[in-house]
Structure formats: structure tokens, C-alpha cells
């Protein structure tokens, strides 16, 4: 989804622009550049996988501005990349996709919490969660932290999405509901197909450029 800045307080469109920003520059601070770049493997997947989830951002599903779809890909960049490529490289396709559509940059902030940073960090935590508490399996790594996790990542996008809206916007929640959560469902399950099938597909053809993973935990001997 794609909120406008016109249904936000200019304090609260500031604040988030504040907090996504220290949070996005910590990430670019943090990740890990130097193994990327030393993965040849990595290097090429992150800079297909951008530019097609470029593409997808552009295929928005919706009936009034501000309440549209699209595919994110954050557990699939999470998975691949680690949490703080993730947060930079979907940003960057976020940026991208303002200047194409000429969106004003204030909104950048709340828009970013909510679709990067919310379900980045909740499939990180997804992902540290299992490794803590489930055998190491293909099947439950690519179900669970593929599959389930990208399909809950997105609800958790929407919930947040429309607390927000209830909160600061002057749209009902009859408004929401019918405009909006109608299509989350739809949504939920492109998503989650959509990252499992490409998290299986690369685990199983071109398991080195997964940062996430290791095909000696995950597959030999199993």
C-alpha cells in the first residue's frame, strides 16, 4: 500500500520519516557488504531479485488510493540477504518506485515502517525463533520460514496499516474494511506462494547464495 501524506498530521509524517530513517541508516551501517560482495552467487540473486521486485511493486490491487496491494518480498529478501539487506534493498525499490510515480517523499517514513521495517523484522525474528526452537529440515525451513512466514509477514503489514488508518486518517473503519481487508486474503497468499516457491527454488538449485542457510545443516544426512 501506498499511503498518502494528505491523510497524515504533519507531526506524525515527520516522526516517521525520523525513525525510518535512524533505522535504515543503522541497517546500511551494519550489513554485511563485504560477504555479499565476496558471493558471486549472492551478489547476482540480490541485484535480479530487486529489480524484479521493482516490477511487482508496480502491479498495484486496489479500488482507492492509499488502499492497494502488492507483493513486498521482505521475508524472501530476509532470508536470502539477511534483516539489514533487506531493509536497504527494499528501500531502495521503494524510493524508486516514488520518483516513477511522482508520490511526494514526506510519506516515505510511514509508508517504510510499515511495509519494510514491520515485517522485515518480524521474519527475522521468525527466522532466529525456529532456528532456536525447530530441527534444522528443508521442509520446515521452506513452509515455516518461507511459505507461513511471508503470508503472516504481510497480515502483520495490513493490521498495522489499518490501526494506523483507524487512528490518524478520517477514513471508518466500515471504509477500511470494505476498500481494504477485503483483498488482504488475496494477498497474503500470493505472498506466501511467491516466497516459498523462489526461497525452495534457490535452497535447492543455488544453496550458496541463500545467507540464510546451509545445505550441510539442512539437507545432508537428513
Known amino acids: ?22 533505522l535504515l541508516g543503522r541497517a546500511i551501517w551494519f550489513a554485511p557488504w563485504r560477504d555479499l560482495l565476496s558471493n558471486a552467487a549472492r551478489t547476482n540473486a540480490l541485484v535480479a531479485l530487486t529489480m524484479g521486485a521493482f516490477v511487482l511493486w508496480q502491479l498495484n490491487a486496489g479500488f482507492r488510493p ?27 525499490i521503494m524510493f524508486a518506485t516514488w520518483i516513477r510515480m511522482g508520490i511526494t517523499p514526506i510519506s516515505l517514513g510511514i509508508n517504510g515502517l510499515i511495509m519494510i521495517v514491520i515485517p522485515v523484522l518480524f521474519s527475522e525474528w521468525v527466522l532466529r525463533l525456529s532456528r532456536k526452537r525447530f530441527p534444522k529440515n528443508l521442509f520446515l525451513y ?32 466500515q471504509s477500511i474494511q470494505h476498500n481494504y481487508l477485503i483483498a488482504t486474503p488475496i494477498i497474503m497468499l500470493t505472498e506466501a506462494f511467491t516466497t516459498g516457491m523462489m526461497i525452495t527454488a534457490f535452497t535447492v538449485f543455488q544453496p550458496q547464495a541463500v545467507l540464510n ?6 539437507i545432508n544426512g537428513k
Open 1 to 22: 500500500m501506498n499511503l498518502p501524506a494528505q491523510l497524515f498530521p504533519s507531526d506524525w509524517l515527520w516522526l516517521g520519516n525520523l525513525i525510518f530513517v535512524a
Open 66 to 92: 492509499g488502499f492497494n496491494h502488492h507483493i513486498l518480498g521482505a521475508t524472501l529478501f530476509v532470508l536470502m540477504f539477511g534483516w539489514q539487506i533487506a531493509i536497504a534493498a527494499i528501500s531502495l
Open 142 to 173: 521452506v513452509l515455516g520460514n518461507g511459505f507461513l512466514c511471508g503470508g503472516l509477514a504481510i497480515m502483520l503489514t495490513v493490521a498495522a496499516a489499518t490501526l494506523l488508518m483507524v487512528a490518524l486518517t478520517p477514513h471508518t473503519w
Open 213 to 218: 542457510f546451509s545445505d550441510e545443516e539442512y
